[in-house]
């Protein structure tokens, strides 16, 4: 019946507990740092607060049930997580491909760290994937990538993996599970920021991985264990207690964010506009064939940085801050972070505003 359920009623669902008389409903958080041993000293149970939790293990099992996986890991950052699965399944010697148009500090610590480590590394963008990974052992892809909303053909990049023998890692942060489910389409790990759309209220930081490999699951489960970069308990609390409306929260994001682009479109002034669910853009076709839904992020290119400035000193609405995937609309400037794009390049992250509203404040903001 699960795959019956809509966005809203998985959300609920995924953090629901067992149904226990008398128990809470929503459960509580446990921000333990060490557990009585049992006389028998059983290592099934819960020891130390580095090792194990329980609310780390139902806000796995919330996160391995979006994404579909078998399990799913807590870490204390989406960039934790991704540099565990790349220190677990990155050996010297071994070659890796990166995003060269996704998440920058990803490149950064592909280049810095595993390069020094006797591991070549590729970069390759959304549209270079598929030719790249037929040299590499281990994949990561981002789509749509950030900031630039370009989308990676999932089941060709899968199968391509396959045939190579390498292993496919997908960033699903500006998708979430409940835009895309790379797994499905043959992915071998995902890994994610909760610090977005899943906890969505700008005030936590978390990631994650989910899949179906036991002996991956376990080497990561390991290097979290062996380097630390665990999740708060209250910080699990708080993103496994946001994942229940995280059905509501993004549907309405997806849909301003839409009317964001299409506004944005319809401009003289803006230069360029990258959005999956705009029919003509580039990544629609791809998009549409693997993607339930668009997402909550809009690109958009301005003549220069002033003018970016000049759109949110303008709006009602719109904050200037980095980050995405929040209640609040946002806009961030991303050449000052040091991305490969022009100055008046902006990524617009759609927030849970009123739509006319939202539409309104964004056209007397542009003049």
């Known amino acids: ?3 019956l359920y809509g966005d809203s009623t ?14 809470p409903i929503a459960a509580p958080p446990v921000p333990a740092a060490a557990y009585h041993i049992p006389s028998s000293e059983d290592d099934s149970l819960d020891s130390y607060g580095r090792y194990h939790n329980p609310t780390w293990r139902q806000l796995e099992s919330a996160l391995a049930e979006l994404e579909g996986a078998a399990a799913a890991l807590a870490f204390g950052s989406g960039m ?5 699965v790349l220190r677990a399944l990155v050996k010297p010697g071994a070659t890796v491909v990166v995003p060269a148009d996704g998440y920058y500090q990803v490149r950064r610590y592909a280049t810095d760290s595993l390069s020094r480590q006797g591991v070549t590394v590729i970069e390759a963008t959304c549209a ?6 037929t040299a590499a052992d281990v994949v ?9 909303l370009d989308v990676v053909d999932l089941h060709h990049l899968a199968m391509t993996c396959r045939n190579r023998g390498a292993i496919l890692v997908v960033d699903n942060t500006t998708a979430t599970p409940l835009g895309q489910q790379p797994l499905s389409l043959g992915a071998d790990l995902v890994v994610g920021s909760a610090t977005k759309m899943l906890s969505g209220h700008h005030d936590v930081l978390a990631g994650y991985v989910a899949g179906c490999h036991t002996e991956q699951i376990a080497a990561i489960e390991n290097e979290r264990r062996l380097t630390g970069p665990i999740l708060g308990a209250l910080e699990a ?8 409306t995280a059905g509501l929260r993004f ?10 682009a299409m506004t944005l479109h319809s401009r003289p002034a803006v230069r360029s506009v990258r959005y999956p669910g705009l029919t003509d853009d580039p990544s629609h076709e791809i998009a549409n064939r693997q993607m339930k839904r668009f997402g909550g992020i809009v690109a958009v290119e301005l003549e220069n940085a ?5 759109l949110v000193h303008n709006s009602e609405l719109f904050v200037f801050a980095t980050s995405f995937g929040g209640i609040h609309s946002s806009v961030d400037r991303r050449a000052r972070w040091g991305d490969p794009v022009p100055e008046g390049f902006a990524r617009i992250s759609a927030g849970i505003e009123d739509t006319d509203d939202l539409i309104t404040d964004l056209e007397q903001a542009l003049g």
Request: hydrophobic share 45%; glycine share 6%; with cysteine.
């Open 10 to 23: 998985r959300s609920v669902k995924a953090v629901s507990p067992e149904e226990i008389p008398g128990a």
């Open 1 to 3: 019946m699960d795959g």
């Open 237 to 244: 609390w708080l993103v496994l207690r946001s994942i229940g």
């Open 128 to 133: 270079e994937m598929v030719d790249a990974a």
């Open 306 to 310: 002033a003018a970016v400035h000049s």
């Open 140 to 148: 990561l892809a981002e789509t749509p990538s950030n900031p630039g």
């Open 80 to 84: 934790a997580a991704i540099t565990s």
């Open 251 to 260: 549907e309405r994001q997806c849909q301003n964010a839409l009317a964001i």
